[in-house]
């Protein structure tokens, strides 16, 4: 099993910054495709980024694309969401996922994914 933690979250004027940090525990996560996604009030989950088990490849939603940037330090066991240039719209609660196998198919869809953390709340003020 693994165990998801996400941090960073809070409240932040628009064109601000925010750092999100996803900490794995149970088992290692090295080689697992790791990702984000949000949920607003009233809205499904969406995806907003992820990255290949070494960091190699990265994907993200157009709506996030040029100012998110999302990383991984697998001796660290933890993935983190850098997230810039901050809109009211970004506001959600954000949740990190990991899952063992890497389909392209499946990579955009909260059903493709095995573990899920408790979430953090981002909150852009405009």
């Known amino acids: 099993q693994v165990q998801l933690v996400e941090s960073g979250g809070g409240l932040v004027q628009a064109g601000g910054s925010l750092r999100l940090s996803c900490a794995a525990s149970?088992?290692?996560?090295?080689?697992?495709?790791m990702g984000w996604f949000r949920q607003a009030p009233g809205k499904e989950r969406e995806f907003v980024a992820a990255i290949s088990w070494n960091g190699m490849n990265k994907y993200y939603a157009d709506s996030v694309k040029g100012r998110f940037t999302i990383s991984r330090d697998n001796a660290k066991n933890t993935v983190y969401l850098q997230m810039n240039t901050l809109k009211p719209e970004d506001t959600a609660v954000y949740y990190c996922t990991a899952r063992s196998t890497d389909y392209p198919g499946t990579r955009y869809y909260s059903s493709g994914y095995d573990y899920w953390g408790q979430g953090t709340q981002v909150t852009v003020s405009s």
């Open positions: 149970g088992r290692t996560v090295s080689t697992y495709a």
